[in-house]
Every structure is written in structure tokens, then in C-alpha cells.
């Protein structure tokens, strides 16, 4: 028998070669690369974590903006800063292992007090939380001024109103407490064994015991909220009254 006619045959269809020449095709590349370097450029600039739709506004139509994250972020795994995803925005952050080199220049922020610490537990795995179930959870009343102090750090937000008589305010989670805290999103906060492991919980709880999960979107309302209206952020403080002219 001649060589030929033991050679296999190894199908190739004309999708493999459209997509065998689009993955090799020098322009694409090229494009993408230019992509993921205006991409880096944009967030390094940014005093603030950058979303991806503000990525997409700023990046040549027809990128794809998480394609082109998930290459940067891969560029940047073994260096000194790494690219992390902050709830939907992106941010530069010097790399976990090399904290300890910042140390001297960090600001020391004053600690919350233990009250503060509780609120905003509760807020972060039940949100949407309003204040009467807060103290509802906490057993305790909860002061306006412990609320005001996590305003303030801009960790929690007023983020709706309950449709319940009196229209009582319901708070959520920001993204600057994913930043501050290292979560991804909401529903990487701790579960109840990782707790216990870390001594929060105790290792003799109720058996009907639980965590609740965060809803997979924080930014999303529930079917019983509304959202903030001009008239609410004026009433909350949030929003400068309007001036009319007699």
C-alpha cells in the first residue's frame, strides 16, 4: 500500500477554518491588544473603580469589554498591583501578598464601634433592610447617629422606600464596601461555616440556624420597594430643595 493510502483524514469543516483564521487573524489581534492598553490606561487614570459600561462608552465600538478585562486582568496576576473586579467596575489594587509594604502610608481610619459593626452586618446579608427590621434583628433600637456614621464611610446606601404604611426607608451595600472589604460581589461574604471558622459565630448554634444570601444583584429593587424620588432625597436631606419663583 503507498503512504497515501495509510495518511488519516482529519475533518475540517469551513467553520473550523473561518475560526481558525479569525483567531490568527494579525489585525484582530492587534485591535484587541489596542483595546486592552486604552482599557488599562482608563482605570489606571480613574480615582475611582471604573464599571464596565463606562469602559464600553470609552472603548471603539464592537470591543468586548470583558474579554479584553479578563486579558488585562490576567496580565497583571503576577505583579506587584493586580487588576480586581469591584461589584460591575474594575480597579487596580496593590497585590494581597505586598500589603504589608503599604502599611506606613495608610491612614488609620477610626474603628466602628460595635453597634456600627452589627448594623451593617445585617444590612450587607439582608438588604434590602430598613430600619425597624434592623432593630427588629439586633433586639436593640438602632440610633439615627449609627446609621449616619456608615452613611458617612459610604459603605451603605438609602436605596428605596419599603411599600409599607409610612414608606419607611430601606438601606443596601455600595460598592466601596466590596472595595474596602475585597469582595468581588455581595454573595462572596462569608457563609456560615467560614464564619464559624473565623470564631465570629459560635460552633454551638441553633440547628435551624442560617445565613441568608444576598440577592445576586444589590442594585436591582424588590417587588416591595420604590424607588427614590426627587421629593424623598429632598425629605431625606440627599437633594437641595428647589427654589421657585413667585
Known amino acids: 500500500m503507498s503512504e497515501s493510502s495509510n495518511a488519516s ?58 474579554a479584553a478585562m479578563a486579558e488585562l486582568q490576567d496580565i497583571y496576576s503576577r505583579r506587584g498591583v493586580n487588576l480586581v473586579r469591584v461589584g460591575d467596575s474594575w480597579a487596580f489594587r496593590t497585590a494581597g501578598d505586598l500589603a504589608f509594604l ?13 453597634a456600627a459593626l452589627e448594623v451593617l452586618a445585617i444590612i450587607a446579608y439582608h438588604q434590602p433592610v430598613t430600619r425597624a427590621e434592623i432593630e427588629d434583628i439586633r433586639g436593640v433600637e438602632t440610633s439615627k447617629g449609627t446609621l449616619d456614621t456608615l452613611l458617612e464611610t459610604e459603605w451603605i446606601r438609602m436605596r428605596g422606600r419599603r411599600k409599607t404604611p409610612g414608606r419607611p426607608v430601606t438601606y443596601g451595600t455600595t460598592d466601596k464596601f466590596l472595595d474596602h472589604f475585597a469582595l468581588e460581589e455581595i454573595r462572596d461574604l462569608p457563609g456560615i461555616e467560614e464564619l464559624k471558622g473565623a470564631g465570629l459565630l459560635s460552633t454551638r448554634m441553633p440547628a435551624n440556624f ?37
Open 102 to 114: 503599604m502599611s506606613r502610608d495608610s491612614i488609620q481610619q477610626k474603628k466602628l464601634s460595635r
Open 210 to 246: 442560617s445565613v441568608p444570601l444576598p440577592p445576586a444583584d444589590p442594585d436591582e429593587l424588590t417587588e416591595d420597594e420604590d424607588p427614590l424620588t426627587d421629593i424623598d432625597l429632598e425629605e431625606l436631606g440627599l437633594l437641595t430643595p428647589r427654589v421657585t419663583e413667585e
Open 9 to 66: 483524514v482529519i475533518p475540517f469543516t469551513v467553520e473550523d477554518e473561518e475560526e481558525a483564521v479569525s483567531v490568527k487573524n494579525p489585525a484582530e489581534r492587534l485591535h484587541q491588544a489596542e483595546a486592552v492598553r486604552m482599557a488599562e490606561a482608563i482605570v489606571f487614570a480613574s480615582a475611582e473603580p471604573v464599571t464596565e459600561k463606562q469602559l464600553a462608552q470609552r472603548l471603539p465600538d464592537g470591543v468586548d469589554v470583558a
